[in-house]
Nanobody
């Protein structure tokens, strides 16, 4: 059974950078779209970014455009989220997820989720 495992979270000062990784393991990975979501305390989970298997098509939430970059290495079954110019409001648990289909702008119907990694940005 395929599993997603995130890593790379931590504590960083405002303006700093972090790179999150999400590795898929345990079977054939056939879902074309992988995404990152986040959930801050007391808030609903929100979409952050998505990428197609091709690595060419990406989609970002407005609040992270220009600061975050999603990328993937299919040979390693790994997706990355490079986060620059971090702000305190980026503090959240970040989740990796995957779904079938090809449209990266669809932020629903993700069927496979990781356990999450905490990102804390201090002011």
């Amino acid at each position: 059974q395929v599993q997603l495992v995130e890593s790379g979270g931590g504590l960083v000062q405002a303006g700093g950078s972090l790179r999150l990784s999400c590795a898929a393991s345990g079977g054939t990975f056939s879902r074309n779209v992988m995404g990152w979501f986040r959930q801050a305390p007391g808030k609903e989970r929100e979409f952050v970014a998505a990428i197609h298997r091709s690595g060419v098509t990406t989609y970002y939430a407005e609040g992270v455009k220009g600061r975050f970059t999603i990328a993937r290495d299919n040979a390693k079954n790994t997706v990355y989220l490079q986060m620059n110019s971090l702000k305190p409001e980026d503090t959240a648990v970040y989740y990796c997820a995957a779904r079938y289909g090809d449209d990266v702008t669809i932020t629903l119907n993700y069927s496979l989720w990781g356990q999450g990694t905490q990102v804390t940005v201090s002011s």
